[in-house]
């Protein structure tokens, strides 16, 4: 059994999270530290930040820490994996932090889902997203979206080239305003801002969205897709803290199906990240899908998590004794849990439950 008392709040989250994927078939995957740079260098449109610290191996070859754990392990996956491989991870990233803009070694934990993707990964990854969101804290949401379906409804009305474009860009930022500008400059139609207007809404009635979005565009199988997706975590119990948002997709480079971000309350920016990103995989020349996320513990580090009441249970004011009394003594008090703190006069700068001599003797309290 692990004492939960000795952990810090990230080392309880992650220990949390691995016992969660790994109940779903999850098997640990190790990486090294550091690739060669040209990774990321191709890549840098999928990376948090584009700034990365590199240095020369012995042979002269460019290196980078690693900066991102999902592209080291499509890197090194077999081109055609066979089956389904499920893999979580928990390790060290190097990157600048949101939250000091500088240089951290930050630990990243989440899982990847590679190989013949189908619907039953798909949800049960999302269901994991959701669940790995509870393990952190009561207050969270969810937010989801799907890139395959906002492409085929943008694509129906007959939306495309630029003015595909700027219209992304208008459900991105939720900008009303721009979408009633092209409107009245004759840029898009009145259908056709119908639909948008629908996509910048934010959505936590499933049904409500595809009714409208029927309504516009009739059915298609993205629809679908996302539609049993929606279904399968309501199934579950797990919608009431997931928000349709299709403003989470700005940069369809990577991502060909579901996309979700998670919050935490309390923390400035998202703390979990992911989707479904088979044209990644495809640009890496794997003949396989892809869907995981990534939880950022570093997001944690405003989050006002409880702090303990004491810095230990128990100081022990011990001053001439001998050493073996001493250990003894510690020992004994320490026996059911207590954190005990042996010093040879009342210190001032921590708190404590009480303090004791070496005979028992209840000296002071300390809050």
Known sequence: MIDEKLLKKEELVVYMLRSLYRRYGYAQYKMSKFEEYDLYVKNKDFLVSDRIITFNDTNGKLLALKPDV????????SEEPEGVQKMYYNENVYRVSGESHSFKEIVQTGLECVGNIALYEICEVVSLAVKSLEAIGENFKLDISHAGLLSSLLSSVGLEGETEKKVRECIYRKNSGEVSSMMEEGKISASQTALVNALMRNYKNPEELFDILESLC???????????????????????????????????????????????????????????????????????????????????ERLNFEAPEYDADIVLIANGEKTE???????????????????????????????????????????
Do not use: W
């Not at 999902?70 to 996956?77: A, G, P």
């Not at 935490?264 to 703390?271: D, H």
């Not at 009394?325 to 700068?349: C, T, Y």
């Open 70 to 77: 999902t592209l080291s392990i499509i890197n090194h996956i």
């Open 325 to 367: 009394e001493i250990i003894k003594r510690a020992e004994e008090l320490s026996m059911d849990g207590s954190r005990v703190l042996v010093q040879k006069k009342l210190p001032s700068d921590i708190r404590y439950r009480k303090a004791l001599d070496m005979n028992g003797k209840e000296l002071s309290e300390n809050a």
């Open 218 to 300: 009739g059915d298609s199988e993205e629809m679908r897709e996302f539609k049993a997706v929606c279904s399968a975590l309501s199934s579950l119990g797990l919608f009431k803290n997931v928000n349709i948002n299709f403003s989470l997709i700005n940069d369809m480079s990577y991502y060909s199906g579901v996309v979700f971000k998670g919050y935490i309350e309390g923390a400035p920016s998202s703390v979990l990240s992911g989707g479904q990103y088979d044209k990644l995989m495809k640009k890496f020349k794997k003949k396989a899908g892809a869907i995981g996320f990534a939880v950022y513990l570093d997001s944690f």
